[in-house]
């Protein structure tokens, strides 16, 4: 048992935050929801699908400020790795971790592409129904570009959040991790220290996201 800002070491530490994990749900919530207006095809979703993609900017911008500041696994520091560490996940079982090799290059390529499909989002236009807020300062190659862009990356992120789901699956059914689990309590085995909260910074992170949002709509 330690004292002041460090907490008990257990093997079941708290290592998810709470706003890292109200976060992670919301920005599930909100990348499926523009996922699946995108694919409708319905043109009554379309205002529905560009307010998605405004939320999904925000909670970057909310991850950016809590990767830079937030609690000792949030931060991006945590999610390192390199091919060797990769490789050796899948050769050998691995001991108790917050973080693994997969998951640190899963979580990665979603906010990277989530990121790309967001801001290209932004200046996507169909030239007839829907425009993106900052089309207009665009130039129709940009605006061509960006649309371009925009379509093919959907169904990457589909395929990433396919193997996303899989891998939950196999890990809580074979390796017995319970990584969904670990989202919702914010525990997970690991032999570490519980995470110190930070109220600042959560303070800071949220109001960062709800700059960003009220930006974006005010255009």
Not at 159 to 180: E, F, K, M, N, T
Not at 198 to 203: G, H, K, S, W
Request: hydrophobic share 55%.
């Amino acid at each position: 048992m330690t004292t002041g800002h460090m907490t008990t070491r257990t093997s079941d530490p708290k290592v998810w935050d709470v706003s890292l994990r109200i976060w992670h749900w919301s920005f599930a919530a909100a990348v499926s929801f523009s996922l699946a207006t995108g694919m409708s095809g319905d043109l009554k979703l379309i205002d529905w699908h560009l307010r998605s993609g405004y939320v999904v900017l925000a909670l970057l911008a909310f991850r950016l400020c809590w990767g830079l500041f937030g609690t000792r696994f949030a931060r991006f520091t945590a999610y390192r790795t390199t091919p060797a560490a990769l490789v050796q996940h899948f050769k050998r079982a691995s001991t108790a971790q917050v973080h693994t090799a997969p998951g640190v290059v899963m979580a990665w390529s979603v906010w990277l592409t989530c990121l790309v499909q967001a801001v290209c989002g932004l200046f996507n236009s169909d030239d007839i129904f829907t425009e993106g807020p900052l089309a207009r300062y665009a130039s129709d190659a940009q605006i061509d570009m960006a649309g371009f862009v925009h379509a093919r990356v959907f169904w990457l992120l589909i395929v990433l959040i396919s193997v996303h789901l899989v891998a939950i699956l196999w890990y809580g059914l074979v390796r017995r991790d319970p990584l969904a689990l670990s989202m919702f309590t914010g525990r997970k085995p690991a032999t570490v220290d519980s995470v110190v909260a930070r109220p600042a910074a959560t303070v800071f992170a949220w109001l960062a996201a709800a700059v960003i949002l009220g930006l974006l709509v005010s255009f």
